[in-house]
Structures are given as structure tokens and as C-alpha cells.
């Protein structure tokens, strides 16, 4: 069983910058990619970006958020950030951390159906 726990979320204004965290915990013996989803009120748990297990650690990012927004991993830290800069008022939203299991292929690491452990999410308010 993973343990994911997210934090560094927060207010800002428009044009600002926050930096998540996701502290891993559990799930000893495997490998994991990493992802990042966030869900505003009333819409869809939606993809923001995704790391990958391995040592070269491939990245893909949502095209709403590319440019602005940079995914990284410290393996010897079980740790997964999120460094969100030029953050928009679209932005808003409650941030998930999520894991899934890299034994596991063919998967989409888009969706959220192909993760198998997730936070309780960190809320990030952008203001005008």
C-alpha cells in the first residue's frame, strides 16, 4: 500500500508562483510513475502532468498547463514536486498526487483510472 501526501498549496495572485510536494510512503518493492491531476469545483478530475518511474524519468505535461508548470522526482526521497510558475486564475483547483504502478503496462497515464493510489489533495487559489 502507497502513502501519498501532498502539501505547498495555498493563495496567490495572478502571475505568482507555488511549488507542491508529494511525500511518498509504502509500497515497498515496486516502481511507480507519478502524476499530477487536479479537480475544480463542479468539473472533472483533469491530468496536469506525469513523471515516469524509470532513471531517465520521461515528463508530459497538459498542454494548459506546458510552459508554466515543470514536474520532478527524487527517487532517494520518495518525493514528487510540482513547480507551478505564471499561475492563472484557471489554475484554481484542488491538486492530487497519484501513483501508478509501472508493473502494470498498456496504460494511459492520462486518465485517472490508470492510477492505482492517490492524496487527499492540496487546494491552490489563484486570484485575479
Known amino acids: 500500500q502507497v502513502q501519498l501526501v501532498e502539501s505547498g498549496g495555498g493563495l496567490v495572485q495572478a502571475g505568482g508562483s507555488l511549488r507542491l510536494s508529494c511525500a511518498a510512503s509504502g509500497g515497498s518493492g515496486g516502481s511507480y510513475h507519478m502524476g499530477w491531476f487536479r479537480q475544480a469545483p463542479g468539473k472533472e478530475r483533469e491530468f496536469v502532468a506525469r513523471?515516469?518511474?524509470?532513471?531517465?524519468?520521461?515528463?508530459y505535461y497538459a498542454d494548459s498547463v506546458k510552459g508554466r508548470i515543470t514536474i520532478c522526482r527524487d527517487n532517494a526521497k520518495n518525493t514528487v514536486n510540482l513547480q507551478m510558475n505564471s499561475l492563472k486564475p484557471e489554475d484554481t483547483a484542488v491538486y492530487y498526487c497519484?501513483?501508478?504502478?509501472?508493473?502494470?503496462?498498456?496504460?494511459?497515464?492520462?486518465?485517472?483510472?490508470?492510477?492505482?493510489?492517490w492524496g487527499q489533495g492540496t487546494q491552490v487559489t489563484v486570484s485575479s
Open positions: 513523471i515516469s518511474w524509470s532513471l531517465g524519468s520521461s515528463t
Open positions: 497519484a501513483a501508478s504502478r509501472a508493473i502494470v503496462t498498456s496504460r494511459s497515464l492520462s486518465v485517472p483510472s490508470s492510477y492505482d493510489y
